[in-house]
């Protein structure tokens, strides 16, 4: 049994592998804020610290005596890093470096959370790691910076690392109601309740959708193969799906019939966002990951038990 700290541990992703390690007989400390987790979403048998991990004395607290520690927190929202740059910037990179300062006196090995968002607009498709990395947004050079970080944590500090670049994570407990929710959470909660969803442009753009079970299984075997030199690999299908068939799909799961309201295209969108999956899958040893239409089914299930582990069950009105 070994002991990990798990940041944002009361979020989306962090939930889930919380309770996958407790599953396997590990401890659990999760260090969280709060901020966009919930309370209801701790691991039963995790331990909370709530606190800052941009406040170096909170996080040396959580890494204090741990085996290793999966770094999963940040403001995860490319239009917050729009809003408020300096306050993202600070949890994001800032937050980062107190986490892989505070890993330094052990020498704990950290697997943390990227995102495709370092690539901008990918030339290439799939995109493969070593694709030039070109953000279009705050998020994406903060966690290019997280990347950067970790490389200095490797060379100058001895800290083993590994950066996972998630592609589109989907799965229960992504919040369907905050206007920086993911595409498939809000779909999922609309057609659930047979109503409309809202397309943003033609609808033709695609995304590599992940399941979080499969996030899961990648932070796991990511554990052991963090190493100084810093890798950083992507976490994603390598399948693309296109808005509307997506929207098809989910209303096919749910019996509903699908009425499609077209919106003008988001401001700087990314037309087609998909992943070479195979280093991953070589590195990390993956088993095929979860089909799209399973994953669905699992967050329409969900959906359909009233949405256990939100703040506030998906479909009432948020304060
Ligand atoms: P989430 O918002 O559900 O979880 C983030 C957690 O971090 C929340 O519980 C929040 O309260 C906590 N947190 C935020 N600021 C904090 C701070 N200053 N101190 C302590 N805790 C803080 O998001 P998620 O979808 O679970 O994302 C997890 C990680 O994966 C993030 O690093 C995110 O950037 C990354 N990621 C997610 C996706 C996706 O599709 N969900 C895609 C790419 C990358
Ligand atoms: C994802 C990440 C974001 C960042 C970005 C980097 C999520 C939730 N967001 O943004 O954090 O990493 O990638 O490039 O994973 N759409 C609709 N109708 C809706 C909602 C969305 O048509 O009601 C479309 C949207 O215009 C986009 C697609 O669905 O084309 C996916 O949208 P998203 O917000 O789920 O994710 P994305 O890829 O914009």
């Given at each position: 049994m070994a002991r990990f700290c798990v940041t944002g541990g009361c979020g989306f992703i962090g939930s889930h592998l919380s309770a996958a390690l407790i599953a396997r007989g590990h401890s659990?400390?999760?260090?969280?804020?709060?901020?966009?987790?919930?309370?209801?979403?701790?691991?039963?048998?995790?331990?909370?610290?709530?606190?800052?991990?941009?406040?170096?004395?909170?996080?040396?607290?959580?890494?204090?005596?741990?085996?290793?520690?999966?770094?999963?927190?940040?403001?995860?929202?490319?239009?917050?890093?729009?809003?408020?740059?300096?306050?993202?910037?600070?949890?994001?990179?800032?937050?980062?470096?107190?986490?892989?300062?505070?890993?330094?006196?052990?020498?704990?090995?950290?697997?943390?959370?990227?995102?495709?968002?370092?690539?901008?607009?990918?030339?290439?498709?799939?995109?493969?790691?070593?694709?030039?990395?070109?953000?279009?947004?705050a998020y994406g050079a903060d966690k290019l910076g997280c990347e950067q970080h970790a490389r200095v944590a490797g060379a100058v500090h001895g800290i083993p690392t590994l950066g996972l670049r998630f592609f589109n994570v989907f799965g229960p407990r992504q919040d369907p109601r905050s206007p920086y929710s993911g595409v498939i959470s809000i779909f999922c909660d609309r057609l659930v309740r047979g109503n409309a969803v809202e397309v943003f442009g033609d609808g033709e753009q695609t995304r590599d959708f992940v399941y979080v079970g499969d996030v899961v299984a990648a932070l796991l075997a990511a554990m052991p193969a963090a190493s100084t030199a810093a890798p950083v690999l992507n976490l994603c299908t390598g399948q693309p799906t296109s808005v509307r068939a997506l929207a098809a799909t989910v209303a096919a799961l749910c019996g509903t019939p699908l009425t499609l309201n077209h919106r003008p295209p988001r401001a700087g969108?990314?037309?087609?966002?998909?992943?070479?999956?195979?280093?991953?899958?070589?590195?990390?040893?993956?088993?095929?990951?979860?089909?799209?239409?399973?994953?669905?089914?699992?967050?329409?299930a969900w959906l359909k038990a009233g949405s256990p582990g939100l703040a506030v069950p998906a479909g009432e009105p948020s304060v």
């Open positions: 659990v400390r999760v260090l969280d804020d709060l901020s966009t987790g919930s309370r209801a979403n701790l691991a039963p048998g995790a331990a909370l610290l709530r606190g800052d991990i941009a406040d170096p004395a909170d996080a040396r607290a959580a890494m204090d005596g741990v085996d290793g520690c999966f770094h999963l927190a940040a403001i995860a929202s490319v239009e917050r890093g729009v809003q408020d740059w300096p306050g993202t910037h600070r949890v994001n990179l800032s937050g980062t470096v107190a986490i892989l300062d505070a890993a330094r006196a052990h020498r704990v090995p950290v697997v943390y959370a990227s995102s495709a968002a370092v690539y901008g607009d990918g030339p290439v498709l799939p995109i493969p790691e070593d694709a030039p990395t070109r953000p279009l947004s969108e990314i037309r087609h966002s998909l992943g070479a999956p195979d280093r991953a899958r070589e590195a990390l040893g993956l088993a095929t990951p979860t089909s799209l239409r399973d994953g669905l089914a699992e967050v329409v």
